[in-house]
């Protein structure tokens, strides 16, 4: 019987979905692992891959159509079955045999709209993606006034980021007033009374505001975390950087040596490189580590693979594509999966120093300060020395207070010897 391919959980915590576009056609022979559409939600585009191999017999789902997960968006025949035999799997799936979206007319829409009066002209339907939704309501927008450019007319993040920004003429400048001099308010400032209901504005959640409370507060309330702080002295770190920029077409940041010393470090103390798995604890052989991307509305943690044994270069060239391709809504659904430990560097902001939540299923991540000079003593001598602050988090159920703090020495040691980082 053809197989019936339903919108699948792209993301962690996700409910619904759209596809923004096929990557296949009816008739169309695929492999397993071929890209099938791009699956938009409101948080990212995830690339979907077939878990079948066979042919394309039926597309179900519209572009832009919003689904739940497990609806049904596609059938695939498997070699031998022929067309006919898609009638059982349609009334199996709950689907009538209707125009597919490529038969359709491309005129008409047929994702779940939105309605929106325009000033003299009558009800019209709207047609939106998730991720174009969200910037609306973000953005303080009207969706009614928008023109999409997509299939249909559907509106499309290009045409939000199209639209041009409206600048109000600046007010002319009064004329600077006399001094005068200063006396006490006759009335004193209102003491104990209660705001007024106006002065404030509730913001909307976004879908992804909304994952990100969930999952934060689930692993701040159901993970026993504990933190470990070391202060890092990286004057030679950062000697060896300039040295290296100097000679090498890609630059490398600080932060890639950090991701690097923190895979050196899971290497050595394999302990904690594993997560909790219920009734039992999964140890990897590898290090894939995930990096917190800010993007607007929120932050993404797209995972590196292979870290232990990747060279400076090869990781500033992975964290700058997929933090590119994190802003702009394209990255991949396995490369938003696995992993043990995460890094979440706010340096570049002049933070002091922080801890950050775990982000579930893994079992550390570190937060990384800016480098900042200090007052350092060495054999009773005072002197200055550029100092950056980080804190594990880590998960108890995995990782005990004694590994944490072998795992913390071996971090340490590795970025206050930085060649061993190229070697």
């Known amino acids: 019987m053809p197989t019936i391919v339903r919108m699948p959980a792209v993301l ?125 309501r973000e953005r303080g927008l009207d969706l009614g006034s928008l023109e999409g450019t997509g299939p249909g007319g559907r509106i499309v993040r290009r045409d939000l980021d199209a639209r041009p920004t409206t600048v109000l003429p600046a007010a002319a400048a009064a004329p600077e007033p006399a001094p005068s001099p200063v006396r006490v308010p006759a009335t004193p400032l209102r003491v104990g009374s209660p705001t007024s209901e106006t002065d404030f504005t509730d913001i909307p959640l976004t879908g992804m505001r909304r994952a990100i409370a969930r999952r934060l507060t689930e692993s701040k309330t159901t993970v026993p975390h504990f933190y470990l702080t070391a202060h890092v002295r990286v004057d030679r770190l950062l000697s060896l950087r300039a040295e290296v920029n100097e000679s090498s077409s890609r630059k490398v940041s600080v932060n890639d040596f950090v991701i690097k010393a923190v895979a050196g470090a899971l290497a050595e103390v394999p302990a904690a490189n594993a997560i909790w798995g219920g009734d039992h604890i999964r140890r990897f052989n590898g290090v894939d580590l995930a990096v917190a991307v800010a993007v607007d509305g929120g932050l993404l943690t797209p995972v590196l693979r292979s870290v232990d044994t990747a060279s400076i270069a090869a990781i500033s060239a992975s964290v700058a594509d997929l933090a590119e391709r994190a802003r702009a809504g394209k990255l991949r659904q396995e490369e938003l999966e696995g992993g043990s430990f995460s890094v979440s560097n706010l340096g570049m902001y002049g933070v002091d120093e922080f801890t950050a939540i775990l982000n579930p299923p893994h079992s550390g991540i570190l937060a990384v300060s800016a480098a900042k000079q200090r007052p350092v003593v060495d054999n009773g001598q005072l002197g200055v020395a550029s100092v950056m602050t980080v804190t594990l988090s880590a998960d108890h159920r995995v990782i005990d207070g004694a590994v944490g703090a072998q795992w913390m020495a071996s971090f340490v040691r590795r970025i206050e010897s930085p060649v061993s980082l190229l070697l």
């Open 12 to 136: 962690a915590s996700t409910t619904e979905a759209a596809i923004q576009a096929w990557s296949v056609s009816e008739g169309q022979t695929i492999e397993v692992g071929e890209p099938l559409a791009d699956i938009e939600t409101e948080k990212a585009v995830v690339e979907y891959a077939a878990e079948v191999a066979g042919t394309v017999g039926k597309l179900i789902a519209q572009p832009g159509e919003n689904l739940s997960v497990g609806e049904p968006i596609a059938i695939i025949l498997y070699a031998g079955e022929s067309e006919d035999e898609m009638g059982p799997a349609l009334a199996a799936a709950g689907v009538s045999d209707t125009a597919s979206p490529q038969a359709s007319d491309p005129t008409v829409e047929s994702s779940v709209p939105e309605t929106a009066q325009a000033p003299g002209d009558e009800t019209r339907r709207i047609f939106a993606s998730p991720i174009v939704r969200r910037l609306v």
